[in-house]
């Protein structure tokens, strides 16, 4: 071995050495605050235990019941001094078999359990107001309601008669925190979910009181904590909202549509079916019409009949139609999504269809706007009358076509080119023009 290779084999290793004992160094200097952060802060904290809090937002389905089951099992194999069901939610779309499960795990824990309404604003709407009455304590914020629960779905001979004659009074409408008080359903409000949790010392919260005389605050000595679904979860939650599914389920279809008709396979084809198959999840979670779901495939299976011509004519209509009564009926069993998500889905794929694709249409089965002289001589048939705009057929395009000389063609004659302008042929009768294209091209 050479001289310079020691030399370069030394300088690695010294490289090498300097990294490892800087890597070391940041380490140790880590440590303390590593020890800091896995240790609890004080003794109290660790014998006061875990007030779990599980964030329920959304109609009920079956990813929202999971978690909460799940929720509570993990909370009871821990120990927890309590469950708290932090609730805004304006329905269900599960089975009642399903609900069942749910209600038979919250009757059934060890842990203590509590529903607080909120925050202000939030609404318990549906079965929840049956399992408020399986509940260990309820609490409503300020602003916010419970109620309107309609027929029982919880098993009569199982549950009983939960809420009295205040379930009788929330089965068809809902009330508000003061009335909740007044009816002895819960023992005052509760702003805010850390009020509720400090009002829980008797089901096993622990709390003290900080600072004296004005200053004077009770507090929780038990760790809250906050629970929330998954990410994925989340977002699968999310996609099984009414609007999110409709919209989803509708662009997608109109995406996939408008990659037909370009050439390959691009970033709208995929796009259009990843929204798709999120739609038809979203859709098969939720209680929807079969005659709406094919109403809707119909009106984009109408829309492609005329988007070749670039003109909205009859199966145009019936498309958007379709469109229109599809989404008006694609829900039921109570749920419903506002008019906006249905604005903007009737009126935006209405306007796609009728402007946006038939460029691409032309897109397809032409070359670009420049260099088309070739086709000038071409001769092809008018699909209607041409008079003097109609549409005509060349080497099996469609294009939008006008007459050069006001000369009218009949629907089924052929026509020739003559010029073109942009996006639209100039044409005239094959036989019988004001003046024959060949002769006006040989004396040219």
């Known amino acids: 071995m050479t001289s310079q290779d020691q030399a370069v084999g030394g300088e690695v290793a010294r490289n090498l050495w300097v990294r490892v004992t800087r890597a070391l160094l940041a380490a140790l200097l880590m440590l303390p605050f590593l020890a800091a952060f896995s240790q609890p802060a004080n003794a109290q904290d660790a014998d006061a235990g875990v007030a779990v809090v599980l964030q329920v937002s959304g109609l009920l389905d079956p990813l929202l019941a999971d978690f909460v089951v799940d929720g509570i099992e993990n909370a009871d194999a821990e120990g927890a001094k309590v469950v ?5 939610s304006t329905g269900s779309v599960i089975s009642n078999d399903k609900l069942n499960e749910l209600a038979d795990v919250i ?7 509590a529903m607080w309404v909120g925050p202000s604003g939030a609404r318990a709407t549906g079965p929840w107001v049956e399992i408020a009455g399986l509940v260990d304590r309820i609490g409503v914020a300020p602003g916010s309601r419970i109620g309107n629960s309609g027929s029982e779905r919880l098993l009569d001979d199982r549950f009983g008669d939960l809420l009295g004659a205040a379930g009788v009074l929330m089965q068809n409408d809902t009330i508000g925190a003061d009335q909740v008080i007044e009816l002895g359903i819960a023992p005052n409000d509760a702003p805010t979910v850390g009020d509720f949790v400090v009002s829980l010392s008797d089901l096993g919260v622990e709390i003290s009181t900080r600072g004296e005389g004005e200053d004077a605050r009770t507090v929780s000595d038990s760790v809250v904590r906050f629970e929330r679904l998954s990410l994925v979860a989340g977002q699968l939650h999310t996609v099984a909202s009414p609007p999110v599914a409709y919209l989803l389920f509708t662009i997608g279809l109109a995406l996939l549509v408008f990659e037909f008709y370009t050439a390959g396979v691009g970033v709208a084809g995929v ?4 929204m798709f198959l999120l739609g038809v999840f979203g859709l098969w979670i939720l209680p929807v019409s079969a005659a709406a779901i094919v109403l809707i495939v119909l009106a984009m299976f109408s829309f492609s009949v005329d988007v070749q011509t670039g003109v909205p004519r009859y199966w145009t209509i019936v498309g958007a139609l379709a469109l229109l009564v599809g989404t008006v009926i694609l829900f039921k069993e109570g749920v419903s999504m506002s008019w906006i998500p249905m604005v903007v889905g009737v009126v935006g794929i209405t306007m796609m269809m009728v402007t946006g694709m038939p460029t691409m249409v032309r897109t397809r089965f032409s070359t670009p706007t420049i260099g088309r002289e070739w086709m000038i001589g071409q001769v092809g048939a008018a699909l209607e009358d041409v008079d003097p705009d109609g549409i005509v057929k060349i080497n099996e ?10 000369t009218p063609v009949a629907s089924g004659g052929q026509v020739r080119v003559v010029a073109v302008e942009g996006l639209i042929l100039e044409v005239e009768p094959e036989e019988g023009a004001a003046r024959d294209y060949r002769e006006r091209r040989s004396n040219s």
């Open 84 to 88: 708290v069901l932090q609730l805004n």
């Open 107 to 113: 009757a059934d824990a060890e842990v203590p359990i």
């Open 271 to 274: 796009v259009g079916a990843g």
């Open 397 to 406: 395009a469609l294009w939008k076509a006008r007459t050069n000389r006001a």
